[in-house]
């Protein structure tokens, strides 16, 4: 199992609104304005992204098994997934899904995605 390191909520300045009224979305934005007190890094206004959240490059871009990810969207792609989880992609229908999922069982690759049975 690997364990990535946790990071805070990035909300974006205004987040939460004046009264509690949400007014902007909670994408990340960069704070720009001059007297920007996010921009400024008052503790108050909450967490911004920087280098130091990342993980190491060891660990970056694995599933939680350990493993290496494989995106499939259909059964040649599978051929390349082995020794890594397979990751059915999202637009592959219901009957090459079944395929797929049938064909990586024999191949003993695991895969992650929506289960049709």
């Known amino acids: 199992m690997v364990t ?5 909520y990035f ?3 205004n987040y ?4 509690g009224k949400r ?4 994408t990340w934005r ?3 304005g001059v007297d920007n007190k996010k921009k400024r890094k008052v503790a108050s ?3 911004s992204p920087k280098v130091g959240y990342g993980n190491p490059l060891s660990i970056r ?7 290496q990810e ?7 792609d599978l051929e390349g997934a082995k020794g890594k989880v397979a990751r059915i992609s999202a637009s592959v229908g219901k009957k090459k899904r079944l395929l797929i999922q049938q064909k990586a069982k024999e191949l003993g690759i695991r895969t992650i995605g929506k289960v049709v049975s």
Do not use: D, M, W, Y
């Open 23 to 26: 007014r902007v979305k909670n």
């Open 11 to 13: 909300n974006r300045q």
């Open 45 to 47: 206004h909450g967490a």
């Open 30 to 32: 960069k704070p720009r």
């Open 4 to 8: 990535k390191k946790t990071h805070p």
């Open 16 to 19: 939460r609104g004046k009264h």
């Open 70 to 76: 494989a995106l499939v969207c259909n059964l040649k």
């Open 61 to 67: 871009h694995l599933h939680p098994t350990g493993l």
